[in-house]
T-cell receptor
Framework: SQKIEQNSEALNIQEGKTATLTCNYT??????LQWYRQDPGRGPVFLLLIRENEKEKRKERLKVTFDTTLKQSLFHITASQPADSATYLCALYRRALTFGSGTRLQVQP | GAGVSQSPRYKVTKRGQDVALRCDPI?????LYWYRQALGQGPEFLTYFNYEAQQDKSGLPNDRFSAERPEGSISTLTIQRTEQRDSAMYRC??????????????FGSGTQLSVL
């Protein structure tokens, strides 16, 4: 069956460091992969979309990579700040957008 | 409105009652999606519409769940004969593009359903 796997354990890092979150998938051949941010009590908010023919995409302090051979996407936040603390979800398109369970990031001041 | 609006924000009902959850998407958005989200999990796809046409309802758990979007704007998700296992956050999202995988979804704040 198709699976999207994100690390269920929270990631704790120090302010100023780079946070790296992983999204692995099986039995998909997605043309696109998306990342969303979700704060407690709120709906997910779109961050970035990367296409299968793009190896890397950047937006301000965010960087996403997409390796279709490894079936993996990495999501990086450079110079992290406490305000970056949230849950980050990756999503792949099947017949509709399907989400992973998310990884909670905690940035310590 | 400026964003996706869902009502009610909270709904408490007794087992066996029917509930109707409403979603008002961003004006002009073509596609509308319903998801269900359990605590600590990502959103779970239920169904989606392009305009008024229900394109995919494969995520609806059983035939007690139904959705409609009769005029291609506001949508209602109805759960008949509610059960305790239906308790969850129900989220609606809309997109300006048809569902091809590259659409950006805008989510509402959700309806928290509690079935007693």
């Amino acid at each position: 069956s198709q699976k999207i796997e994100q690390n269920s354990e929270a990631l704790n890092i120090q302010e100023g460091k780079t946070a790296t979150l992983t999204c692995n998938y099986t039995n998909y051949s997605p043309a696109y992969l998306q990342w969303y941010r979700q704060d407690p009590g709120r709906g997910p908010v779109f961050l970035l979309l990367i296409r299968e023919n793009e190896k890397e995409k950047r937006k301000e302090r965010l960087k996403v990579t997409f390796d279709t051979t490894l079936k993996q996407s990495l999501f990086h936040i450079t110079a992290s700040q406490p305000a970056d603390s949230a849950t980050y979800l990756c999503a792949l398109y099947r017949r509709a957008l399907t989400f992973g369970s998310g990884t909670r990031l905690q940035v310590q001041p | 409105g400026a964003g996706v609006s869902q009502s009610p924000r909270y709904k408490v009902t007794k087992r066996g009652q029917d509930v109707a959850l409403r979603c008002d998407p961003i004006s002009g958005h073509v596609s509308l999606y319903w998801y269900r989200q359990a605590l600590g999990q990502g959103p779970e796809f239920l169904t989606y519409f392009n305009y008024e046409a229900q394109q995919d309802k494969s995520g609806l758990p059983n035939d007690r769940f139904s959705a409609e979007r009769p005029e291609g704007s506001i949508s209602t998700l109805t759960i008949q004969r509610t059960e305790q296992r239906d308790s969850a956050m129900y989220r609606c999202a809309s997109s300006s593009d048809d569902s091809r995988g590259n659409e950006k979804l805008f989510f509402g704040s959700g309806t928290q359903l509690s079935v007693l």
